[in-house]
């Protein structure tokens, strides 16, 4: 009799077990879910910046021909953030390309009839509003990836990340040097 | 947060629950007072019958007559271009699955509220105040604030109660009339039967307190938990914007703004971002009051150290003596620092906002050579119309019918009236009449040779 009681028991504590592996793994799966749709957002945003570009350069060609240095920085930029792999490659290309990009503004402040086009003005609004959805959605991305990473290092976790391998991921990050340099103008 | 998520679910269905509750009661009473001794059951179901409709009315067009009841405009992408990149920035730092429809409400009073019953159906409206008053920043705080409400499903809930606290109020007030002038006939029929007449006259009671309570307490419900939402929306909006100065700053300008907004109720007040029935949303702190106090608020986000909810959850202790948030919710949210300020400024002029109020309800811009540009409403059937300073007879812009051509060809009987001609002045936004009425815009990228009136189907070529 006492025996059927203790398997009985024990049943009970290997379910619960269970029942607990399969919450704590759907929770990574959302999680990670979650995570994977915040980077497709990043993708969104900076592949619409990567279209406008072209668009822009030819505005402002139409209107301030002697600046060939500063657009072709920013094709050659565009160029090489479309053709970005890797995470770190993608961070460190979108960082020089917003680098290119603020130059360009800086040398249009000179041309008056370049700043009242609709067209350049539409443009620039809308590169401007790319950036910021750029950085919000990278902010996102971010918070989720803080708090995945910490969801599979934590103790009773850490078992079961490792056991259905769920990976560490990597922050999109800033290099605040580039980003707060200020553009120098030549005339 | 996903505790405020779930507890909104939980006060919702508790909502709903109570509602029917509340309802069956007050109509069991009023039927037992109105009809007599057995009614009660009658106005049973008819207060449930009350309650059935009340769901189906939430379930299909709640956000349209709250928005209605505004006199909210819906706008287009090309209308305002900016604040739809501001609302799109705050979807994605705050991962809201749809993008919410944006509504214009033609009002110097700056303020906005959020409403929807699920994510698909949400709506931001802001007014025309608002848009022109405060800097991009600012704006971004507000839109942060409104966008937190939607996430963590505030609007829901408060939809909700406003349509279910506007239908008891008026069902307490027909209860009440009725209770009134009819319990003085049945109580002299009454007193003949000795001994239901202890229950009647409780009944009675009960009716006359559902009549006159039941909206007070209501009311009560309604305030105390939206008091506690303010402040985790601002904590939330904070996280999203990493610039609480700017939701601060913003609520300091919409707190000097001197007018009331005409269109709001005590019923719809809970959910706008200061309360519109005061000045300035200057409202005396008690427990009636929908909002904390601006200045509270303004306390709080100014005192943060940094931009995450236990910066928020800090400065909230300090200020106010209590805790605010979760731990569940306050343990995954890492120490974040605050950005620095963009420099842009308001994202419309008030001439801008209101040329998009103007366009949005049809309006013709006209203008004189005099200097003077005008707009002429929908539905002006003369074909000229005087400038008003100069005294100009200025031609409206008109859809026409093509002149005639020499070669008339054999008149062919056609049930089709022949399509009408309008010829484009610019290459820029240009709005022309119909020949039935009706304004027609076409935008700069509008290309094709010929459009069709919405109004009467008539088809019209553009040259």
């Known amino acids: 009799m006492p025996i059927v009681v203790l398997l009985f028991v024990l049943v009970i504590i290997v379910g619960g077990i269970m029942l607990w592996i399969a919450g704590a793994y759907n929770r990574l799966v959302r999680l990670r879910n979650q995570l994977d749709n915040a980077w497709a957002q990043i993708d969104v945003q900076l592949k619409r910046r990567h279209d406008l570009i072209p668009n822009l350069v030819e505005t402002v060609k139409g209107y301030a021909k002697h600046e060939r240095g500063t657009l072709e920085a920013v094709i050659q930029a565009r160029n090489l953030a479309v053709s970005a792999k890797t995470v770190a490659e993608r961070a460190q290309a979108e960082n020089v390309l917003t680098g290119a990009l603020k130059s360009l503004f800086a040398v249009a402040e000179a041309y008056p009839d370049l700043k009242a086009n609709q067209n350049f003005m539409a443009l620039q609004e809308e590169l401007t509003s790319t950036e910021n959805k750029v950085a919000f959605s990278?902010?996102?991305?971010?918070?989720?990836?803080?708090?995945?990473?910490?969801?599979?290092?934590?103790?009773?976790?850490?078992?079961?990340?490792?056991?259905?391998?769920?990976?560490?991921?990597?922050?999109?990050?800033?290099?605040?040097?580039a980003e707060r340099e200020a553009p120098k103008v030549s005339f | 947060m996903w505790e405020q998520i779930r507890a909104n679910r939980r006060r919702s269905i508790l909502l709903i629950t109570i509602m029917a509750v509340v309802l069956a009661l007050m109509g069991y009473t009023a039927g037992e007072n109105i009809v007599g001794p057995g009614g009660g059951v009658i106005g049973l179901l008819v207060g449930l019958v009350i309650w059935a409709v009340q769901m189906m009315v939430y379930l299909t067009s709640a956000e349209s007559i709250l928005l209605n009841h505004a006199y909210a405009q819906e706008l287009k992408r090309e209308d305002s271009p900016r604040l739809f990149n501001v609302v799109d920035e705050m979807r994605l730092a705050s991962g809201l699955e749809f993008m919410p429809r944006i509504y214009l409400v033609d009002d110097p009073a700056p303020n906005a509220f959020a409403v929807g019953r699920n994510p698909e159906t949400t709506a931001i409206a802001v007014t025309s105040g608002l848009v022109h008053r405060l800097n991009r920043d600012e704006l971004q705080g507000v839109i942060a604030h409104e966008t937190a409400h939607l996430k963590n499903r505030d609007a829901q809930f408060m939809t909700l109660a406003a349509v279910m606290l506007g239908s008891i109020v008026i069902l307490a007030?027909?209860?009440?009339?009725?209770?009134?002038?009819?319990?003085?006939?049945?109580?002299?029929?009454?007193?003949?039967?000795?001994?239901?007449?202890?229950?009647?006259?409780?009944?009675?009671?009960?009716?006359?307190?559902?009549?006159?309570?039941?909206?007070?307490?209501?009311?009560?419900?309604?305030?105390?938990?939206?008091?506690?939402?303010?402040?985790?929306?601002?904590?939330?909006?904070?996280?999203?914007?990493?610039?609480?100065?700017?939701?601060?700053?913003?609520?300091?300008?919409?707190?000097?703004?001197?007018?009331?907004?005409?269109?709001?109720?005590?019923?719809?007040?809970?959910?706008?971002?200061?309360?519109?029935?005061?000045?300035?949303?200057?409202?005396?702190?008690?427990?009636?009051?929908?909002?904390?106090?601006?200045?509270?608020?303004?306390?709080?986000?100014?005192?943060?150290?940094?931009?995450?909810?236990?910066?928020?959850?800090?400065?909230?202790?300090?200020?106010?003596?209590?805790?605010?948030?979760?731990?569940?919710?306050l343990g995954s949210a890492p120490q974040q620092s605050i950005r620095a300020p963009s420099n842009e400024g308001p994202i419309e002029t008030r001439h801008d906002a209101q040329n998009i109020i103007h366009r949005a309800h049809g309006y013709l811009p006209v203008q004189c050579s005099c200097g003077l540009k005008f707009s002429v409403p929908e539905g002006y059937e003369e074909d000229h119309i005087r400038c008003v300073r100069c005294g100009n007879l200025l031609p409206v812009p008109a859809a026409v019918p093509p002149p005639e051509t020499a070669a008339a060809a054999p008149p062919v009987i056609t049930r089709a009236q022949p399509p009408l001609q309008y010829k484009r002045q610019g290459h820029g936004w240009e709005s022309f009449r119909c020949q039935c009425g009706r304004t027609i815009q076409v935008s700069p990228g509008f290309v094709a040779p010929y459009i069709y009136c919405n109004n009467c189907g008539r088809e019209i070529q553009v040259t």
Request: with cysteine; glycine share 10%; charged share 20%.
């Open chain 2, 173 to 329: 007030e027909i209860v009440r009339r009725w209770t009134w002038y009819g319990g003085r006939g049945r109580s002299r029929s009454n007193s003949r039967g000795g001994d239901g007449g202890q229950a009647q006259a409780i009944i009675l009671l009960l009716g006359l307190v559902f009549a006159i309570l039941g909206p007070l307490m209501a009311q009560l419900l309604y305030f105390a938990c939206s008091r506690k939402r303010e402040f985790l929306a601002d904590a939330c909006g904070s996280q999203y914007t990493r610039y609480p100065e700017g939701l601060a700053s913003a609520l300091e300008k919409i707190s000097q703004a001197a007018s009331t907004s005409s269109f709001a109720s005590k019923a719809t007040a809970p959910l706008f971002i200061v309360n519109p029935l005061y000045a300035g949303g200057d409202e005396p702190d008690s427990v009636f009051s929908s909002h904390p106090s601006t200045a509270q608020r303004i306390r709080v986000l100014r005192s943060m150290a940094g931009a995450s909810l236990a910066d928020y959850e800090e400065a909230y202790r300090r200020a106010m003596g209590g805790g605010l948030i979760g731990r569940g919710s």
């Open chain 1, 138 to 177: 990278r902010q996102f991305y971010n918070d989720n990836a803080m708090t995945y990473n910490t969801q599979i290092e934590v103790f009773p976790m850490n078992f079961i990340a490792s056991m259905f391998s769920f990976g560490r991921r990597d922050f999109f990050e800033v290099k605040a040097e």
